[in-house]
């Protein structure tokens, strides 16, 4: 059974900018679960760009270097808000889940990387 955590524990976000323009605002919104398992966890990130309308293309890289297919989506108002979400844990142990988030701009060449973000927890027999 997967159980969908809806806890607001969200933690001090991680800014990671590269370069002038862009930038990333990243955190884990589940951290320091304690319950059944497994659990689905929760990332948020916001992207930034000084251009108000600016396309992006993006993907997660998740724990142990899996990569969500590319996504796209278009900056309004110099921002575009993004999540991931996936499952993790085995009753009666810890887990640790990261995540972290790969941007491309629309006409630039550099790719923005977010640092690594943790989400932690413990399952419950």
């Known amino acids: 059974m997967v ?3 809806g806890l607001m524990l969200v933690a001090t976000a991680i800014h990671s900018q ?6 990333i605002t990243i955190g884990p919104v589940t ?3 304690q319950g059944a398992c497994p659990v ?13 309308q600016v396309k992006v ?7 142990g270097g899996k990569m969500t297919p590319q996504q796209s989506g278009e ?4 921002k575009l ?4 979400e996936f499952a993790v844990g085995k009753p009666g142990h810890a887990f640790t889940a990261t995540d972290r988030l790969h941007v491309s701009f629309e006409g630039e060449k550099r790719e923005v990387i ?9 399952c419950t027999p």
């Open 3 to 5: 159980c969908i955590v």
């Open 18 to 23: 590269d370069g002038a323009g862009g930038g």
């Open 31 to 33: 951290n320091g679960y």
């Open 40 to 52: 689905v966890v929760h990332f948020r990130a916001t992207i930034y760009h000084t251009v108000s």
């Open 57 to 63: 293309r993006y993907h997660w890289e998740r724990s």
């Open 75 to 78: 900056i309004i108002d110099g």
């Open 81 to 84: 808000d993004v999540g991931d």
């Open 114 to 122: 977010s640092p690594r973000v943790v989400s932690t927890g413990t």
